[in-house]
Structures are given as structure tokens and as C-alpha cells.
């Protein structure tokens, strides 16, 4: 494991507990609208960075550019996901699998 495999696997272990949460939420009826409210959120962060390069605003501000610069690498996705996968079967199943006795 490289030094640079912490971080996707540090953000896949809490997306992991974090959908799982919000899942159960919507699943139960307690969540009210927070799976609707995660999926508004990255709209809007889309959106506005959509934005942000169709109006020029990363050539006024250099923070900007490299911020919309940023791409993560296949790897870097296929890691987080596959960690937030594996997190959220593993909470499922000692918290509260479906019980065979």
C-alpha cells in the first residue's frame, strides 16, 4: 500500500458508513429527506463549477483553477469505492443482517 492509498481508503471507510446511514434513514422513514438533500448538494457543487468555467472565473483566481483543475485518477475512484462498498457490507452485516436462526 502506498502512502498515497490513505486517503481514498480514509474516504471510502466514512462514504460507506455514511450511505449506509442515510439508506437505513430513507428505508425506515426516519431519514426524512437526506438522501434527496446528499444528492441536491453535489448537483449544486457541479453546477457551480460548471459555472464558475463558463463565466472565465478560474482565469481571475488562481485558487480557483487549481481547484477545478483536480481529477482524480481511476484508481483513486475505483479504490474509494470499492473500500465504501466493502465498509458498508461489513457494518451491514454485524449490525444488522438479516437473521437465519
Known amino acids: 500500500m502506498k502512502r498515497t492509498d490513505m486517503m481514498p481508503i480514509g ?9 449506509l446511514m442515510m439508506l437505513h434513514g430513507v428505508l425506515t422513514g426516519d431519514g426524512g429527506a437526506s438522501g434527496l438533500l446528499f444528492v441536491l448538494a453535489h448537483v449544486a457543487v457541479f453546477g457551480l463549477a460548471a459555472v464558475g468555467v463558463a463565466f472565465g472565473l478560474h482565469r481571475r483566481w488562481p485558487v480557483l483553477a ?5 481529477r482524480p485518477s481511476w484508481r483513486h475512484i475505483w ?8 465498509t458498508a457490507a461489513v457494518i451491514h452485516l454485524t449490525h444488522g ?3 437465519w436462526t
Open 79 to 86: 479504490l474509494m469505492s470499492g473500500v465504501a462498498v466493502f
Open 97 to 99: 443482517a438479516p437473521v
Open 66 to 70: 487549481r481547484v477545478l483543475r483536480h
Open 11 to 19: 474516504m471510502g471507510i466514512m462514504m460507506g458508513a455514511m450511505v
